[in-house]
C-alpha cells in the first residue's frame, strides 16, 4: 500500500491547515501500535491518528471511533504528561522521506513554558513514534523500543541521544532537476520503474509504475518531460487523492491513469480514513483469534468427515429392505435348499408379477444358517440407519454452529474474541485455563444509529446475540437476521420504526453474516416475541415465527455511516 513520501506530504500540507495551532485535549493508546491525538482548533475537534502497525504505518486524521484500554498504557501517560494542554506549533516533513516532525509548545508542572517534539517515522515493520526533549537531542520515549543490541547505528530507548533515520543517498524532487534524474537512469538496462525508485526519494514502486506509464517507450527527453511534470504536480501540491478499486486496492494522490475504478476524495485524510477504516483491527483481531480460527476449522474439517461418513452408511443401509426380503424367501424355501447348495432360485411372491429371483448361499453353511445371514444383515443395517440417522442430524447442528462462530471470528471486533474464547471453552472445543479468571463483563454488542436517530444493536458473537436478543430488548422490538446463514442477531429498538431504519438494520444484518460480501442476501425480520430459543439449543440458535423478508446487497459506506451516526 502506497503511503509513500509524496502521500506524507499531501497529509503534512493538509494537517497544517487543519490542526497546526490547535490545543492538545485528550491523549489515547487504543493499541501497541496506535496513539490518538484529540486537537481542538478552530472550534472544532479532530483525532490525529498515529499507527507504527507493521502493515498499516500511517499517519492521518480520523473519524473512526477506538476502544480504549481500562488502564491506558505507560507510553500514553507520559504523552499526557508532556503534551496535555500543549499548543501545536508546527508540523514539517524531512523533504520527501517518511519522517514528519511536530512541534509542540507547553508549561511543565510549575508553570514554565516548554517545547516538545513528537517524531513520526513511517518505515513499515521499524515504523515508530518518539518524543523529543526540547532541544531534539536526547529520546524522553518512544512506541517502540530498539536497544543497542538490535540496532548500532541508532538506539531508540529513554534517554538515548536521537539520531535521525540513516539517509538514503537519493535525488529530491523538491530540490533537483529533471535532468539529474535522467543521468541516474539506465535505458539499456530496462526496468525504468525500479530505477526511479532507486533514484528518486519518497517514490514508491506504484506510483513510480505510473511515471513510465505516462512515458511510454519514449526516450529520455520524453523521461524528461514526464518527470518535470510529475515534480511540478508534487511541489505545487496538484493532488487528487483517488483510492481505486481494482483487484486489488490501492490509492494515491497522484492520478494514476493506468487504473480506472477510481473512487476520488476531497481530502488525503478523507482518503485515508476511508482506505484504512477498520483493515488494521482486522489484522490485529486475525491475530489475537489465530489460535481460535485454527481450531474451528480443524473441527468443521472433523464434522464434514463425519457427515460425509454417515450419509455413506445410510446410502448401505437402503439395502436393509433387501437382504429382509432374501431372508424371507430362503425361509419360506428351506425344503428346497440343500447342505452343499451355493444358490437357489425361488419365485419372488414380493413382486407382483411373480418372478424369480436367484439367492445366493453359502455352501457351508445349514439352509437355516443360510437365512440367518441375511436376518443379521438387516438388522444391522437396520440399527447403523437409525445411528445413523442420529449422528448426522447431531453433526450438522455441530456443523451449523461452528460455521457461525468462524463467521463471529471473521467479523469480530478486538473485545468480541475472549467472549468466543470463553464460549469454546465453555462448549468443550478448548481446555480451560487453570490461571485466574477475568471478571466476568457484560456482553457489549455494537450500537448503531438509524438515520432518523433510532438506536439499533447488532451482537458480534453468541454471548451478546443472546443477551441482546433475549435481555435487552423488548417483546414488540424488531428482530432481524440473514436467512439461513450464519450471522449477527440485530435488534431494532422500537416497536414502530419506519422503513428506512428496517432497511438500514437489515443493512447491518446483511453485512455481518457469512454472505456480507455477497449480492442480495435475504434478510428475515420479525418482533422479538416471536423468537425462541430451543430447551438445550447451543448459544446463539433460535427459532422464529411470523417473519417478513427483505432482499439486502451491503453497503460498506452505509455501515460506516451508521457507525458514525452516534
Known sequence: MPFDGIVTRAVTNELQHDIVGGRINKIYQPTKTEVVLTVRNNRKNY?????????????????????????PPMFCMLLRKHLSGAIIEDITQTDLERVVTIDFRGVDEIGVHVNKTLVIEIMGRHSNVILLNEDKSTIINCLKHVPPFQNRYRSLVPGAPYIEPPPQDKLSLLTDDSESFIKKLDFNQGKMDRQIVQAAS???????????????????????????????????????????REEKEDFHVIPISYLTNGEAYSSTNEM???????????????????????????????????????????????????????????????????RGDESITVVDYYDPEQSEITITLQSDKTPSENAQRYFTRYRKLEASQANAKRELRKAKLELNYLEQIAQQIETGRDEDIEDIREELQEQGYIRKQTKKRRKRKKPTPEQFTASDGTIIYVGHNNKQNDYVTHRMAHRNDIWLHALDIPGSHVVIKSNNPSEETIYEAAQLAA??????????????????????????AKPGFVIYTDQKNLSITPDPALIQQLRKNK
Open 202 to 244: 519518497g517514490v514508491s514502486p506504484f506510483i513510480a509504475k505510473e511515471i513510465v506509464h505516462r512515458a511510454g517507450l519514449g526516450s529520455a527527453k520524453v523521461y524528461e518531460k514526464e518527470l518535470k511534470q510529475f515534480q511540478s504536480e508534487v511541489k505545487q501540491y496538484d493532488f487528487q487523492p483517488t483510492i481505486y
Open 272 to 338: 485515508l480514513d476511508g482506505f484504512y477504516s477498520n483493515k488494521a483491527e482486522r489484522d490485529r483481531v486475525k491475530q489475537q483469534a489465530k489460535d481460535l480460527d485454527r481450531i474451528v476449522k480443524n473441527e468443521l474439517s472433523k464434522n464434514e468427515r463425519k457427515i460425509n461418513i454417515h450419509e455413506k452408511t445410510l446410502s448401505k443401509s437402503k439395502q436393509a429392505a433387501k437382504y429382509q426380503k432374501l431372508g424371507e424367501l430362503l425361509t419360506a424355501n428351506l425344503h428346497a435348499v440343500k
Open 511 to 536: 453485512y455481518f453474516s457469512k454472505a456480507g460480501q455477497s449480492a442480495s442476501v435475504p434478510v428475515d425480520y420479525t418482533e422479538v416475541r416471536h423468537v425462541k430459543k430451543p430447551s438445550g
Open 47 to 71: 483525532s490525529l491518528l498515529l499507527s507504527i502497525h507493521p502493515s498499516y504505518a500511517r499517519f492521518h486524521l480520523t473519524k473512526d471511533t477506538y476502544r480504549n484500554p481500562d488502564e
